[in-house]
């Protein structure tokens, strides 16, 4: 071999080896809108970072949870970054199965919302760092509401709310109001226990034992039956976000309680037909001003054991920070940043001219508290959740319940019967008590 072929092989030797030298990092993310946006923006990570490769695995929301769940906990080591709820955040990271989340002072960690940093923090450890966040808000036609006379108040009650659906409901034109009835833990459940919550109710006392059978839940969900029967749209039990979300940009919703993340597409007048009659309020309460509205995050986290941490580490920083929260607001503008997550996204003159839903959201997310949500003193964390392993059977088999007495299948009474006998299979079968 001659000196020039031998320089040529060894620079190509040299080449392929820096080729190979750059870490893979796996993420595992859902498939909505602000996380296939970060996939998009993601290549500014990598420009800045050409010793970090990234490769999307993305999915729907069950599959998601069900491979990360899994591969969590097998010790799979397929992912070294995984997108989590604020469901999962405090169970796997009280588990040990989170990599503790280290950041700098350019991070501003004190930025991140109390109430959201509150949800993802265990021991005083964050274990998954907020991408965007959500409450619940009350978003009704105004319109509607200011020719039933009516002025709703910034924090109504749900008395109020029932008397003005009965004043503007004028099927099949406009339903009175609209409100979540497909089961799941995560679905109807998700506003059901929030009712139950500002009813006075809980889903355990300190003991773990289940109290579906009490007085607020069948306040609550006597009083969720009755309103969505005489108000509501037909069929509502099989009613999920997506479905009043098409129903409420056609004009057909004269009001709806649901997630915050709402109000940006209520309120865009290319997806909704009464865009500028919209208006924004506090989730109605009743007995109790607490866990009246939802608190709920999605966020990235890194698997303990991880062999990739610094790398995975320094994504997560990027992904979730404020200058990432810029570069959105540059790209696609103010109104669709990832919001719920920092307090200076907030402050920002251009995202409140933007979002005119922005001072309601905020003080939603900021009213929630995780750790206090329910008037009776309860065992566990998460407002329109539990916190522990076992919710999410409970809550699936539940909302089943719920949704069978809304469509008229059951009474009230038996299918609180069957979800308390449910629950409290599931609990002695954990061990929460005999």
Aim: proline share 5%; glycine share 8%.
């Amino acid at each position: 071999m001659n000196f020039r072929l031998a320089t040529v092989c060894a620079a190509g030797l040299l080449a392929a080896a820096g080729a190979h030298a750059a870490t893979e990092l796996v993420i595992a993310t859902v498939n909505n809108g602000h996380m296939i946006e970060m996939q998009k923006l993601s290549k500014n990570f990598e420009a800045a970072n050409p010793d970090i490769k990234l490769k999307w695995v993305t999915l729907e929301e069950g599959v998601l949870r069900q491979r990360v769940t899994t591969d969590i906990a097998t010790k799979g080591g397929q992912f070294d970054i995984m997108t989590i709820g604020m469901y999962e955040a405090p169970i796997w990271g009280k588990k040990g199965w989170l990599t503790e989340l280290k950041t700098d002072a350019a991070y501003d960690v004190n930025d991140l919302l109390p109430a959201v940093r509150g949800g993802l923090t265990v021991d005083g450890k964050l274990f998954a760092a907020p991408f965007y966040g959500e409450s619940s808000m009350l978003m009704y036609r105004k319109d509607l509401a200011d020719k039933a006379g009516i002025k709703v108040a910034d924090n109504p009650t749900w008395p109020q709310i029932a008397d003005l659906a009965k004043k503007i409901h004028n099927p099949p034109n406009t339903y009175g109001i609209c409100l979540r009835g497909k089961p799941g833990w995560g679905d109807n459940m998700a506003f059901l226990s929030t009712l139950v919550n500002t009813h006075g109710g809980q889903w355990f006392d300190m003991s773990w034992k289940p109290q579906l059978e009490s007085k607020p839940w069948k306040d609550a969900i006597g009083f969720y039956v009755d309103l969505l029967k005489n108000y509501g749209p037909p069929g509502s039990s099989n009613n999920s976000f997506n479905e009043i979300l098409a129903l409420t940009n056609s004009g057909k919703c004269g009001m709806w309680i649901d997630a915050t993340i709402a109000a940006s597409f209520v309120s865009d007048p290319k997806q909704s037909k009464v865009a500028d009659q919209m208006a924004f309020a506090q989730a109605p309460t009743a007995v109790t001003p607490k866990g009246a509205n939802w608190l709920w995050s999605w966020n990235l986290a890194i698997p303990a054991g991880s062999k990739k941490v610094d790398a995975a580490q320094k994504f997560v920083t990027w992904a979730t920070s404020k200058e990432y929260i810029q570069l959105v607001a540059k790209t696609n503008g103010w109104a669709n940043v990832p919001t719920g997550t920092r307090k200076s996204t907030y402050a920002s003159p251009e995202f409140q001219k933007a979002a005119r839903f922005a001072a309601a959201e905020l003080k939603a997310i900021e009213s929630a508290n995780p750790t206090d949500s329910t008037l009776p003193k309860s065992p566990y964390v998460g407002v329109q959740f539990a916190a522990i392993p076992e919710f999410q059977s409970i809550g699936i088999a539940v909302g089943q319940q719920m949704s069978a007495a809304l469509a008229g299948k059951t009474s009230i009474d038996d299918a609180l019967k069957a979800s308390q006998v449910a629950a409290d299979r599931e609990m002695k079968k954990a061990g929460y008590y005999k």
